[in-house]
């Protein structure tokens, strides 16, 4: 048995899926188990409400661990190994974050610290994933682009191993599955580095209309966050990583998804195609 914590998120849906059609047996922890597919064991679990993470990976072999949410995590991460160790997991995969440990991120790149401390020191086999940027971070600009209006760039011209989120979920199952990576720390990055302008203009082929990029100055997508909902120190830590990301730190490739996969990993423009739809613009979502 095989637990998913954040399991209709991003990265955990995809675990699920994925372990799901090889038939192993998944438990989805979840606070919304209605988003889970048929088939699929599902628990709702909160990081908050200890014994329902008790209930969720007792009984369990291997467990993924999401645990940080913003800069008051580092407790729920430490929290989660914890549970895990102590209720019979052998085998933890934990989430991190390219750039973990940068001393330029500043605080964001101690938000993923604690956990991997945790994962280290806990006695059990574990492996961590610092993923770089996710290509599905850009369906952020969907409202824009079926509107017509130009996307936001916050990273200037500095460029990112963009990665497609189902070669993350890929390593982190063979991960799960396979002694093999156990104590392994792996970096999983995209096969280019690519810019904002980059990404714009593979959207632009994949759907065949121009898109349109707009710079934003940091003090305007400061407001922008906060009034979204964001709290300043999270946005804080956001921009930080959109600083490090255009003074080109965050340009970096590595080869850890081929070593785990035995391929290479999928483009941008892979994943610009299979979710073109998101994309369409509204007055092509009427057409014949």
Partial sequence: M????GATGTIGSEIVRQLAARGVPVRAVTRNPQRV????????????????????MTGADAAFLVGVLGPDDAETDRALVRTARDTGVRRIVKLSAIGTGEPE???????HMSGEQAARESGLQWTILRPSSF???TLSWADAIRSGQPVANLTG??????????????????????????????????????????????LTAVLGHPVDMVDVPEDVAREHMIASGMSPE?????????????AG?????????????????????EWAADHARAFTRLADSTAP
């Fill in 249 to 269: 730190g965050n340009a970096t490739l590595t080869d850890d998804v081929h070593q785990v996969l035995g391929r290479a990993p999928r483009s941008y423009a």
């Fill in 157 to 202: 011209t500095g460029s990112q191993g963009v990665i497609d989120p189902r070669d993350v979920a890929a390593v982190a199952v063979e991960a799960l599955l396979m002694p093999d990576h156990s104590g392994r720390i792996y970096t999983l990055t995209g096969p280019a580095l690519l810019t904002c302008a980059d990404q714009v203009a593979t």
């Fill in 135 to 137: 290509a599905s971070n």
């Fill in 234 to 246: 999270f946005a804080d830590g956001a921009l930080a990583g959109q600083a490090y990301v255009r």
């Fill in 105 to 111: 991120l500043g605080r964001v790149g101690t938000w």
């Fill in 37 to 56: 597919p048929a088939g699929v064991e599902v628990v709702r679990g909160d990081y908050h409400d200890h014994d329902s993470m008790v209930a969720a």
């Fill in 2 to 5: 095989i637990v998913i914590t």
